[in-house]
């Protein structure tokens, strides 16, 4: 007897959506980060007096940044290149961990000391970034964790908890 094998019109493999997302951790994104920090930097260094008093100072805050800046963009394209090569379901978490840390985890502490130098900034472009940055985190998050492609291509499959009987998770 001989094995029927069923092709399956479930997608599967390097495209669509997943295809958009390895495109923005290797190539967007690392490009964003560097413009946004090339475009930022003047305003950063000639709002703050202390920087413009200390031109040493200065220096050494825009060093940390670009350093900063060339960290989040290689834990970028890493992840891209992670989702790209391996086909195991911790690419999956890989991503998703990348995706909150590049994102809103890293800008949370920035956004604090910049609440706390002042206060009424809560209201400035910097919470609307941050609150951008946690929004696409979500929905990429919801799409790795949802997707039939992801399933497919990396076997990863969100885990349920099973319950008792009287409907406790256990």
């Known amino acids: 007897m001989t094995a029927v094998t069923q ?6 493999g ?11 951790l290797i190539i967007i ?3 964003h980060l560097a413009w946004s920090t090339y475009r930022e930097m003047p305003e950063l260094i ?8 200390d031109p040493e100072l200065a220096l050494y805050v825009k060093i940390f940044i670009w350093f900063v800046t ?4 290689l834990v970028s394209i ?34 604090i000391y910049a609440y706390m130098e002042n206060p009424n900034s809560i209201y400035s472009s910097e919470y609307s ?12 998050t919801a799409y790795l964790m949802m997707s039939k492609r ?4 990396y076997g990863f499959r969100v885990k349920v908890p099973k319950k008792h009987n009287n409907g406790t998770p256990k």
């Open 46 to 53: 000639e709002g703050d007096p202390e920087l413009i008093s």
């Open 14 to 24: 390097i495209g669509g959506w997943l295809a958009f997302l390895i495109t923005i």
């Open 150 to 153: 992801v399933k497919n291509t």
């Open 129 to 140: 970034e941050y609150s951008r940055g946690i929004l696409i985190a979500i929905l990429w």
């Open 70 to 73: 060339f960290i989040l963009s």
């Open 78 to 111: 890493i992840t891209g290149i992670i989702l790209l090569k391996m086909r195991k379901p911790k690419a999956v978490k890989i991503a998703i961990a990348s995706l909150w840390l590049v994102g809103p985890i890293f800008a949370l502490p920035i956004l």
């Open 7 to 12: 092709k399956s019109d479930e997608p599967k």
């Open 29 to 31: 994104s690392p490009v």
